[in-house]
């Protein structure tokens, strides 16, 4: 330990008032309860209160002047502080005025704000200091999506801010908006507002990474004959050429009819699913099948049959 | 919890009607009637602060309960910081963890 005259700074020839005074100088200015979390203050204090336990008192002072005994000599043990209790919850029966340690959510903005600018000004003055970011969502159609468009998004101070969602966004990806979003402090500069977007399912498109699935219903004829048929995409109706020998489940590819291209990103393609839909009944087609003779060997359950 | 006599015989400079006074005044809050107060590890710490503060740092009676009262700010708000602080441990993501801490440190 410090030789206990440096500690309180006074010299070898103090006066017993004037360790006194020295000691009450510092012990104002470090005492630990006065400086919660401050380990600088505690330690000071320790040694000031050390110091202070030697030099006052008579007979041990003239012994470590002597050089009997070091200053180590006087170290007692330290007894629990205030601030060890005051620090926990049930300190509240201190609690300053009526509501004692309660929340009341009225404060919470007052003190918020209060806490980041006392810790801003501890860092550096009055320092300038962004606003904070700000999170919404925004769910659009899915053809939104696809395309890209413009989205008005109402927030929740009444502002207005026009997103423009860019072609080919995807689920969960996070727009930013710089300087929409929370207000800067000291002519900082604002946040960022940060959007998620949400895409709404649409009743026939799928996406799959670039490109699109559709399953597109075929008439028996357009199936078995084959023929051209208009199918919707993204980018708006297409002709497309069903080959005869079709069936539900045969698969045709679009090239470049999926999600547009972006960049050096080319377009996806559109899947098409075909499906064929008998529609309402047909007697000439009844018939047909009625009277025709030799039907073809073949049994559609015989892969489900053989697995069962 | 311990009773008035003991908390005097633990503390140096300490007389009763000293602390019997404290409690009337509410700096400190024992439990029980006058006559028989019980004092809690908290009261304790609290009353060898008041002593401190009193018989060290010559704070005197009139000027003590303005120390005390700012002291009880002081710490209701460090408990407060200390909810807020595990209320947002508990409820915000990782992402926003760090870039809390990022602008609490002036990085950000």
Known sequence: ?308 | MISIEILCAQIGGLRPEDVERWVVNRWVRADGEAGQYRFHDIDVARVRLIVELRDVMQVNEDALPVVLGLLDQLYALRRQMRRLGSALDETISEDARRSLAEKLAGRA
């Open chain 1, 1 to 308: 330990m410090d030789d206990p005259y440096k500690v309180l700074g006074v010299a070898k020839d103090a006066k017993p008032e004037e360790i006194r005074q020295a000691y009450r100088k510092l012990a104002k200015q470090h005492h630990p309860d006065l400086n919660p979390d401050n380990k600088a203050a505690e330690e000071k204090f320790k040694s000031v209160s050390s110091a202070y336990e030697l030099l006052s008192d008579a007979e041990k002072r003239a012994r470590y002047d002597r050089g009997e005994i070091d200053a180590s000599g006087a170290e007692k043990p330290q007894q629990r502080g205030y601030r060890h209790y005051a620090d926990a919850d049930r300190a509240a029966r201190y609690g300053a005025g009526a509501q004692g340690a309660g929340w009341s959510g009225g404060s919470f903005e007052d003190l918020f704000g209060d806490v980041f600018r006392s810790r801003n000004a501890g860092s550096g003055g009055n320092a300038r200091m962004r606003g904070a970011d700000e999170h919404y969502s925004l769910t659009i159609d899915f053809l939104d999506s696809i395309r890209g468009a413009t989205q008005r998004l109402t927030l929740p101070d009444g502002r207005t801010l026009d997103v423009k969602v860019p072609p080919g966004i995807e689920q969960g990806q996070i727009m930013r908006l710089r300087g929409q979003g929370g207000p800067g402090w000291n002519g900082g500069p604002a946040g960022d507002a940060l959007i998620e977007i949400g895409i709404r399912e649409h009743p026939y498109f799928r996406r799959e990474g670039r490109n699109i699935r559709l399953e597109l219903p075929v008439t028996l004829s357009e199936a078995v004959l084959g023929g051209r048929v208009t199918a919707p995409t993204p980018g708006g109706p297409v002709n497309v050429t069903i080959p005869a020998h079709s069936d539900t489940g045969t698969e045709l590819r679009l090239r470049g009819r999926g999600m547009p291209g972006q960049g050096d990103q080319p377009a996806g393609d559109l899947h098409l699913t075909l499906k064929v839909v008998l529609g309402p009944p047909d007697p000439a087609l009844e018939a047909f099948l009625r009277e025709r003779k030799a039907e073809p060997g073949f049994d559609p359950r015989g892969a489900l049959m053989e697995a069962a």
